[in-house]
């Protein structure tokens, strides 16, 4: 088991930075996969960015690629998410993802608010 907390989320206007920071309960050293999700109301979860086990992989949504950047610090158990160059339309609840392993079982966090507003 494992529990995430989520912290840096906002209101920003367009254009602007924020990042995003995933706090474990344990050492994610050995978890299979981190990520980060968002959602709005009456719509699925969609993935925002994942990296594996030692970061040496990483996906992105086609829609943040060249502006977020995810990362991972063992020695910390954390997993950030670097949201550069934001629009409007990144607004969401973003949450962080925990796959112990490559088939689950997957634990979430509660979720931050993220608005990019003017």
């Known amino acids: 088991q494992v529990q995430l907390v989520e912290s840096g989320g906002g209101l920003v206007q367009p254009g602007e930075s924020l990042r995003l920071s995933c706090a474990a309960s344990r050492s994610i050293f050995s978890i299979y996969a981190m990520g980060w999700y968002r959602q709005n109301p009456g719509k699925q979860r969609e993935l925002v960015a994942a990296i594996s086990s030692g970061g040496a992989s990483t996906t992105y949504a086609e829609a943040v690629k060249g502006r977020f950047t995810i990362s991972r610090d063992s020695a910390k158990n954390t997993v950030d998410l670097q949201m550069n160059s934001l629009k409007p339309e990144d607004t969401a609840v973003y949450y962080c993802?925990?796959?112990?392993?490559?088939?689950?079982?997957?634990?979430w966090g509660q979720g931050t608010q993220v608005t990019v507003s003017s």
């Open positions: 993802s925990a796959d112990l392993r490559m088939f689950g079982p997957r634990y």
